[in-house]
């Protein structure tokens, strides 16, 4: 399954179910249904996403230095290879254009 966010400001932004719903969960929307982020909820859209990344960059540099405090070295599952960071940055670039232009990020399923 397919999450695609649509804005008249932007390209289009497809993720992956598992990515689309993380991103959505963030946010605080329904990722089981069609939904909106309307101009004045874009602020506050971006700063949870922000938040969201820097609380996983701080629990993974946690984790590293627990780890080298064992004298362990960690090695990072398949599904977590991409950071939030990444792929969280192409929305974060939608939803600040369409700050600018004062228009809503729409999405499906």
């Known amino acids: 399954m397919l999450y695609r966010f649509k804005s008249k400001a932007t390209a289009d932004v ?35 996403l922000r938040r969201a990344v820097a609380l996983e960059e701080a629990e993974e540099a946690r984790r590293r230095e627990e780890a080298r405090a064992c004298g362990e070295e960690m090695l990072e599952p398949v599904e977590e290879r991409v950071p939030l960071r990444t792929r969280v940055a192409p929305f ?8 600018r232009e004062g228009c809503e990020v729409v999405w499906g399923v």
């Open 14 to 48: 497809v993720m992956l179910e598992p990515n689309g719903r993380r991103v959505l969960e963030i946010l605080g929307k329904d990722p089981d249904a069609p939904g909106i982020v309307l101009p004045e909820q874009i602020p506050a859209a971006i700063e949870a």
């Open 92 to 99: 974060i670039d939608m939803l600040q254009h369409c700050q």
